[in-house]
């Protein structure tokens, strides 16, 4: 027995030094995301079916990893968060020059920050005649005011963030130890001192971007000639009564700055509960969102599994243009947008994949799209620079809208925009890698 015991001791004893040994950091389970639907991982074929008459590439069969995506468009409720979150955290910088409550200039522990941080918890008092002489910049001057109504200066909500270009920063050109292996590159490390800095300094992989982010409300009135639109132009993403409407006139930059902060918002969260943070949260590919918008089914037109655009009681399925222009047929309520989830939602349980308001994925639009991407997970990526020509700038644009005609509501129908433009008929929504990656869990 009591040589059993000692051989026990011995097998259960661990070598502090070994790889295996560290530390015990418990399990870890993936939050459901609120609002979001999970997506399984499959392979499906990607494109219009042997019998959709369209002038688009053919399919090919791919697969997708499994990820999250928000069950509706944004809505302007939820983009409004985001305006308001820009216009706080520019007004607490202002007031902390004077007012050192609105920084935190230290850690807990009493060392000071190299760059002061915003202080969140203390409230801005906007009524206050000193608050209000401290944000004078903030406001519309005097000369450009109506009626001399005070008004926030939307052109000054800018959001700055950073992000890396990991595409650029893969590339075998740009590999340290690819360049030192390089023919004849040795005897000459001492002349390519400044090459070799360049190659080691992340730095240049590391982006900027400053984002005007307020929604463009003129784009109800430059997107349509002869048509009578301004009192959505006035209303539609400041009154109440569209708080559930999905935001319009935002550019792809602006989704994809969107996309930024709400991921800084659920970083923040998870690192005051001490927890890993998932995913970030981004732009659907044009192969999620299809994978997303057929819902499980295969041979579809549309994301509610039929061949037709009404259902077994005549009634239209989805938000858009029939009858060649009669708006008002598919719903009562509005002849334009309407309410996010109006109608079914799909076997996944999102709505408004076809219809009401088209949405920007984070692929870039080429012909030959489908030719260049690779079958697991394909993307089209290109980030345009100001001064690249036009077509470099497109975006595929999925979904059709309540514009458009039965054709561009079809799951494999794709379109563009230029990266930059805004419009009426175009929104967005998030998606979220997963770790879980099931097959038949939703």
């Known amino acids: 027995m009591l040589g059993l015991a000692l051989l026990v001791y011995s097998c259960s004893k661990t070598d502090i030094y070994s790889v295996d040994n560290v ?14 639907v999970y997506i399984q991982r499959g392979a499906f074929q990607l494109g219009p079916s042997d019998d959709e008459i369209t002038d688009e590439t053919k399919m090919r069969s791919v697969s997708v990893d499994a990820f999250w995506m928000d069950d509706t468009e944004i809505t302007n409720n939820e983009y409004r968060q985001f305006v308001y979150w820009v216009r ?6 202002m007031l902390g020059e004077t007012d050192p409550d609105f920084l935190i200039a230290d850690d807990n522990r009493g060392n000071p920050l190299t760059t002061p941080v915003i202080n969140w918890s203390t409230r801005i008092n906007w009524r206050d005649p000193d608050v209000r002489l401290a944000l004078e910049d903030l406001y519309f001057p005097e000369e450009e005011r109506f009626s001399g109504h005070r008004e926030i200066d939307t052109r000054k909500l800018v959001y700055d963030y950073y992000w890396i270009d990991y595409k650029q920063a893969a590339r075998r050109v740009n590999s340290y130890n690819y360049n030192l292996q390089k023919p004849g590159y040795r005897g000459v490390v001492k002349n390519m001192q400044g090459r070799i800095d360049s190659i080691r300094n992340r730095s240049s992989f590391i982006m900027h971007e400053s984002v005007a982010i307020y929604p463009d409300t003129l784009c109800w009135i430059r997107d349509f000639s002869y048509s009578y639109n301004e009192p959505l132009t006035f209303k539609y993403f400041s ?4 708080e559930d409407y999905p935001v319009v006139g935002v550019n792809w930059n602006q989704a994809r700055a969107f996309c930024n902060w709400r991921t800084k ?19 659907p590919t044009e192969s999620e969102w299809e994978l997303a918008s057929r819902g499980t089914r295969l041979d579809t037109k549309f994301p509610w599994g039929s061949y037709y655009c009404r259902n077994q009681q005549g009634c239209f399925q989805a938000n858009f243009k029939p009858l060649r222009g009669n708006y008002v047929s ?4 509005s002849a334009t947008t309407m309410k996010v ?23 870039a639009y080429f012909e030959s799209g489908y030719d260049l991407a690779n079958d697991l997970n394909p993307e089209v990526d290109y980030m345009a620079s100001p001064d690249d ?12 809208s309540w514009k458009d005609t039965e054709y561009f509501i079809r799951n494999s129908t794709r379109s563009y925009e230029y990266l930059d433009t805004t419009k009426s008929y175009i929104g967005f929504r998030c998606v979220r890698s997963s770790f879980k990656n099931e097959l038949h869990n939703r």
């Open 23 to 36: 530390r015990n950091r418990g399990a870890w389970f993936e939050p459901s995301p609120f609002g979001m």
């Open 330 to 333: 598919d719903s009562e309520t």
């Open 341 to 363: 989830g109006s109608f079914d939602p799909n076997d996944y349980g999102l709505y408004d994949m076809a219809g009401n308001v088209a949405e920007w994925t984070s692929s």
């Open 265 to 283: 918002l659920s970083e923040n969260y998870r690192s005051r509960m001490n927890d890993a943070p998932p995913h970030d949260y981004r732009l």
């Open 239 to 242: 009154h109440p009564a569209f």
């Open 389 to 400: 020509p036009p077509v470099m700038k497109r975006k595929v644009v999925r979904g059709g």
């Open 88 to 93: 706080d955290s520019i007004a607490r910088k």
